[in-house]
């Protein structure tokens, strides 16, 4: 059996993918096709974490910055959890970031050879 990595079409046999046309296809049977497979799924999500990661940080400090310009914003501050060097906005951005990034991974892609492990682990 072999597979594209490209579109992720399986096939009994043949040089070219029938479904794309893609030349390069894998052979399921041998070991290193399947965890390169397996590798092209981990990349994808890692892709996806990290720009997530970067859009959650980036919106908490804009959230956080953003109320900086709302009225009375700084005296609620100093009344209610002030702490030294704006420790607590640090604070505020990173639970803003952490709730964030836990929605959008949620959101996640879903792998592409979700299949791989029928034909057995490295």
């Known amino acids: 059996m072999r597979a594209c990595p490209e579109c992720a079409h399986r096939q009994p046999d043949g040089m070219a993918c029938t479904s794309c046309g893609y030349d390069g296809l894998l052979d399921l049977g041998d070991m290193r096709h399947r965890e390169l497979l397996r590798d092209i799924d981990r990349r994808k999500l890692d892709r996806h974490t990290d720009r997530s990661r970067k859009i959650a940080v980036a919106l908490a400090m804009a959230i956080v ?51 791989i492990d029928d034909y057995g682990n490295p």
Not at 78 to 84: F, G
Not at 88 to 93: F, L, P, R
């Open 65 to 115: 910055m953003g109320a900086w310009f709302i009225p009375g914003y700084w005296a609620a501050r100093r009344a209610a959890i002030a702490l030294p060097f704006l420790a607590d906005q640090w604070a505020i951005m990173i639970v803003i970031a952490l709730g964030i990034s836990r929605l959008v991974e949620r959101m996640a892609p879903k792998p592409k050879f979700p299949w």
